[in-house]
């Protein structure tokens, strides 16, 4: 079995940036298309996945304005398409979340099967 090792005797010391829970993430960004409200949801982790979903609520008309530390500000009451598309929703498992709410939302959606890495 590996280990690490560390010899000292001194204190640690210093801080470090955790990034948030991708499988937390893109949930919650799926749920931003029920609000009629601008959300803001800050140290989104920066992977594929959750940049991928953020072009997926864009390509439905959604509202997104992302900055520097991947805080993300989206406006779900500005959606206006119920198809997402194949070309993104292929590359992602998780990209079936926003079936349910562009249902509650908009009452008829069409999410292709999802893609994303053979498990």
């Known amino acids: ?7 000292g005797g001194g204190p640690l010391a ?12 893109l949930p919650i960004l799926a749920a ?3 609000s009629s409200e601008p959300v803001m ?4 982790p920066h992977l594929h996945d959750i940049t991928t979903m ?3 609520l864009r390509s439905m008309g959604t509202e997104l304005i992302v900055d520097e530390n991947m805080g993300v500000e989206i406006n779900g009451s500005t959606t206006t398409e119920t198809t997402a598309p194949y070309e993104l929703v292929r590359t992602m498992r998780a990209s079936i979340l926003v079936l349910g709410p562009l249902l ?14 053979a498990i």
Request: charged content about 15%; proline content about 2%; overall charge positive.
């Open 14 to 25: 210093g801080e470090i940036r955790i990034s948030g829970s991708k499988n937390a993430a």
């Open 54 to 56: 953020i072009a997926l």
């Open 32 to 34: 931003t298309l029920l």
């Open 41 to 44: 949801i800050r140290n989104l």
């Open 104 to 117: 509650a939302h908009f009452g008829h959606a069409r999410v292709s099967f999802p893609g994303g890495c």
């Open 1 to 7: 079995m590996d280990k690490l090792l560390i010899s």
